[in-house]
């Protein structure tokens, strides 16, 4: 669980300069195998109800009730860490990061067969903010509490922590969680533009009236919710969430609304005179920034390029303190790692290679060189950073450790993570106590009974030590959103070094059938008057088997009464109720002749497969 870093601009510098020590050698590295294990560890660290083909088998249902004393279903997201609280702030900036991470390299991501499996992690956030979303000025930002959940060390599925949820509203606003959200559903709406358009426009919907929450109700969250200050305090406040929002809006819309409102708000925002060293969950500005500069070299800005020029100068400000080439260098170990702070430092090293490498290729792109104190620089050179960068945590380091769970041969085995440390509920389903998993597992020497794939660690400190631990949680906590933007970094190294022009409009390749089929959301048809919504409401086991029952709802939403409907159900295994059969397709039960206006038809089907396919055939009004 994170504690906020300092928040540091060009009026408030520390920095160390970059360390002379020549690079190590690189021993070359399966950038695609870990590309495969990094997206695991997201499975490992959801909340809900599992869907049958959940890869990380030692993980069960949790958080079953999340919401429901709030009157709200708040059931499913990630937990953000070693712990079991849902943290909205930093979940919404994973699913932006994850979203980003495939709109620049998806198609890499798909020659490796893993953007089906990319987009289904993307979406389990993306379910999980519909549900937080439940009005246009209301947002839910966190379920747990950080304070109790630290004082019990149990696996999710035995959580008797305090599962209260907490929102923003407009008389409690919130606007960097709402922007940052915003910019996520914004994001992943075009992850979901071509191959499910009724979900992106679902998407862009929430998107939309958030940002508007966020930019008319103006306040900091953690003022709002105050239990997530020690947490994920917002130290930078909520301008650059703005933005952030607004940049990724209007990528998603082409909407000159959201480009004037970074042309116009760039000076007062902060984004043209701040410039940064860092970018993470709390500290958007680069990330605004580089895709400013995107806009520019696109030729999109028209009358606001002065404004964006210096949006420009600002992402080449970060890129060449990456780099050592700045006027102020970002601080590095001896063995070349970026270092920002002794606790969870990885997340820097993440966020700020994939800013690296998408800066790379968009000057690459456009023809041009990258603008330093020390002179030009050639895009390559960007590259080069980002690669040492990950090839560090791959294991090409003083101490030869992989830093990500599970690849290599040497990497951390006493991870500070409650599932991963205690023995899986489906092996040994005895309730584990809140003071009971301190005394039994946490401070066992040995390694953790469930491997946490893919997990990236905190990391070492700023002398590349490092102790594997499960008390050193500043050293081998791991966090989405240090996996988040490795998504990219690695789909990008498996994929070569040709082919790129990343300042074309984003064309995503058809995925392979993920193992994980997305539940649909509710899907329009002939004159989009009927709906169709399915939901899992309930899984068991029976004589070695999972079972789930999902409940279907079909909703006239049209003014007139239907008389008459054909289902199409494919890919159905087991019993389904509430219909009559006919041949192959569905149609009304025997006690149903027709469905007024507004009204509802559910049924329900039970197997051991992920949800069927329903759409319709045919209808009739009357």
């Known amino acids: 669980m994170e504690r906020p870093a300092a928040f540091l601009g060009r009026m408030a510098p520390l920095f160390l300069l ?7 050698a690189t021993a070359g590295h399966d950038y695609g195998q870990a590309l495969s294990k990094s997206i695991l560890f997201f499975e490992a660290q959801r909340s809900g109800h599992l869907p049958s083909t959940q890869r990380i088998s030692w993980r ?13 279903d708040l059931v499913g997201g990630y937990y953000d860490a070693g712990d079991n609280v849902k943290f909205g702030l930093p979940m919404a900036f994973t699913v ?43 947002l839910y930002g966190e379920v747990g509490d950080g304070n109790t959940d630290h004082y019990c060390w ?34 992943a709406s075009i992850v979901f533009h071509s191959h499910n358009p009724s979900y992106s426009a679902e998407l862009l919907r929430h998107a939309e ?13 953690d003022s709002s919710i105050t239990v997530a200050r020690k947490y994920y305090q917002s130290v930078s406040g909520y301008n650059d969430e703005l933005l952030w929002a607004a940049a990724w809006l209007y990528q998603a819309t082409n909407n000159e609304y959201y480009l004037d409102y970074l042309g116009n708000n760039g000076d007062s925002l902060g984004a043209t005179g701040w410039t940064m060293t860092e970018f993470g969950w709390d500290v958007k500005y680069a990330g605004v920034q580089a895709l400013g500069a995107k806009f520019l070299m696109q030729g999109k800005v028209g009358r606001h390029a002065p404004v964006f020029e210096k949006y420009q100068q600002n992402a080449e400000y970060f890129m060449c303190s990456c780099i050592g080439k700045g006027s102020k260098n970002a601080q590095k170990t001896p063995g070349g790692l970026i270092f920002r702070q002794r606790w969870n430092n990885m997340q820097f090293v993440t966020s700020a290679s994939f800013l690296a490498v998408v800066y790379s290729d968009y000057l690459a792109s456009s023809g041009k060189s990258l603008r330093c104190a020390s002179g030009n620089v050639q895009p390559s050179e960007l590259l080069s950073f980002s690669k040492s960068q990950v090839d560090y945590i791959l294991g090409d380091n003083p101490r030869a450790t992989s830093y990500m769970v599970g690849y290599g041969s040497n990497y951390p085995r006493q991870v500070h993570h409650r599932a991963a440390s205690i023995v899986s509920y489906k092996v040994d389903s005895s309730f584990v106590s809140c003071r009971g998993g301190y005394a039994t597992w946490f401070s066992r020497k040995t390694s953790d009974p469930n491997l946490l794939t893919g997990a990236i660690v905190g990391g070492p400190d700023a002398y590349d030590n490092f102790a594997d631990q499960r008390d050193n949680y500043e050293q081998t906590e791991p966090a989405t959103y240090n996996n988040a933007p490795l998504l990219g970094l690695l789909a990008r190294f498996a994929g070569g070094h040709s082919g790129y022009n990343q300042l074309l409009p984003v064309v995503l390749p058809t995925p392979k059938q993920s193992a994980f089929k997305p539940i649909p959301s509710p899907v329009a048809t002939g004159t989009g008057l009927i709906s169709i919504d399915q939901r899992l409401t309930a899984s068991w086991n029976a004589n070695g ?61 039970i197997h051991t497969s992920p949800q069927a396919e329903v759409s319709v055939s045919s209808y009739t009004l009357a």
């Open 18 to 24: 970059v360390s002379l020590i020549p690079s190590l």
């Open 60 to 72: 069960a249902n949790s958080g079953l009730d999340d919401g429901k004393a709030s009157g709200v």
């Open 96 to 138: 932006t990061m994850m979203s980003w991470s495939i709109l620049e390299y998806g198609k890499q991501m798909a020659a490796s067969g893993e953007l089906a499996h990319a987009m289904d992690a993307v979406k389990w956030g993306t379910d999980y903010f519909i549900k937080a979303h439940p009005e246009p000025y209301v």
């Open 154 to 187: 149990q696996r999710p599925e035995d959580m008797t922590t305090d599962r209260r949820a907490y929102r923003v509203d407009p008389s409690n606003p919130g606007s960097d969680l709402a922007g940052e959200t915003a910019a996520s559903m914004a994001a």
């Open 209 to 221: 009236q958030l940002f508007e929450f966020a930019d008319k109700y103006r306040g900091k969250y």
């Open 545 to 605: 088997k999972t079972y789930f029952r999902y409940s279907t709802m079909v909703a006239n939403n049209s003014d007139k009464t239907l008389k008459s409907l054909n289902l199409w159900i494919s890919k159905l295994y087991g019993p389904i109720w509430g219909l009559t059969k006919t041949g192959n397709s569905y149609s009304f039960p025997p006690w149903i002749q027709s469905l007024p206006s507004g009204e509802k038809l559910e049924f329900v089907y």
